[in-house]
């Protein structure tokens, strides 16, 4: 434990939590209050977390502190074919890195990020990615990682 938190692991039953965080993530990056579809976007991210966490599609770990989960990270493997400079063809993907304000500053997104990359390496991984926010950049930039220009995305049109 360090500075009156710790690190771990979340299993599903740290669920609620997980999702709890997620979504202040993500209104915190879109800056809003309330999410559009917030309840339905809930609804969803049980049924994805309750099937990809025991599957393996999906692992992640929290910052326990005061006996509440206050910051959480994740990752996801993703296949592919072996390419030149990832001959193992496994990837993972970081996301979700998030921490309550009033605990950042403390090195738990430090200690989270780590604990990701340890396991991304043990599992193989030859390239781990991420979206970065302007507040993470300098953490991820400082073990190395730089932007990649070479994706572009492509999502379908709303339905009217």
């Known amino acids: 434990m360090q500075a009156g938190w710790n690190i ?25 209050e309330t999410l559009e579809d917030e309840e339905a976007l809930v609804g969803k991210t049980r049924r994805y977390l309750e099937r990809a966490m025991p599957a393996g599609r999906f692992h992640a770990w929290v910052a326990e502190a005061g006996g509440r989960l206050v910051a959480s990270s994740g990752v996801m493997p993703f296949e592919r074919p072996p390419v030149p400079g990832n001959m193992a063809g496994l990837e993972m993907h970081i996301l979700n890195m998030y921490t309550e304000p009033e605990w950042r500053g403390r090195g738990i997104a430090r200690a989270l990020f780590t604990e990701l ?20 950049r300098p953490l991820y930039e400082s073990v190395g990682f730089k932007p990649n220009p070479m994706a572009l995305e492509w999502t379908p049109p709303e339905e009217t």
Not at 19 to 29: D, G, M, S
């Open 8 to 32: 771990r692991k979340a299993s599903v039953e740290d669920m609620d939590e997980l999702i709890r965080l997620r979504v202040a993530l993500l209104r915190t990056t879109r800056e809003v």
């Open 117 to 136: 990359m340890r396991f991304s390496r043990e599992q193989g991984a030859g390239r781990i990615w991420l979206h970065a926010s302007d507040e993470g």
